[in-house]
């Protein structure tokens, strides 16, 4: 809807994700810790994020955020590299390249509500 755009930034030290309110140039952190954070993806309805977030020996996951930054979940796991999500359009499933097959490929995976716990995949 453009009312919000989402982006990653180093700001604060390691990248987080931030949303500008264009109209006003307000700002927002949703993420802050020690994981690096970027790569936002809004959900189609505008309800979600899907970004990635690094992990401890290279590895990178996706995870899903509401969109005021609130709950948070991980969706993809293991000893992998997850890269690039896309929301389908109903917001049900995300797409993303990884080298968790040893090869890059296309995964998909289901996304639950957030207040539903994702078993580790």
């Excluded at 006003?24 to 809004?42: M, Q």
């Excluded at 969706?75 to 797409?95: K, L, Q």
């Excluded at 993303?96 to 994702?118: A, C, H, M, Q, T």
């Amino acid at each position: 809807d453009c009312k919000r755009i989402a982006f990653s930034s180093r700001r604060s030290g390691n990248a987080d994700i931030w949303t500008l309110d264009p109209q006003t140039g307000s700002l927002h952190r949703l993420t802050s810790g020690g994981a690096d954070e970027w790569r936002p993806v809004w959900s189609p309805d505008g309800r979600r994020i899907a970004f990635i977030a690094s992990g401890q020996g290279g590895t990178a996951h996706i995870w899903v955020m509401d969109s005021d930054g609130g709950s948070k979940k991980q969706v993809t796991f293991g000893e992998c590299r997850d890269y690039n999500p896309s929301w389908s359009r109903d917001a049900r499933r995300i797409a993303f390249d990884s080298d968790r097959g040893g090869n890059r490929d296309i995964w998909v995976v289901e996304v639950s509500p957030l207040s539903e716990r994702i078993p580790n995949r």
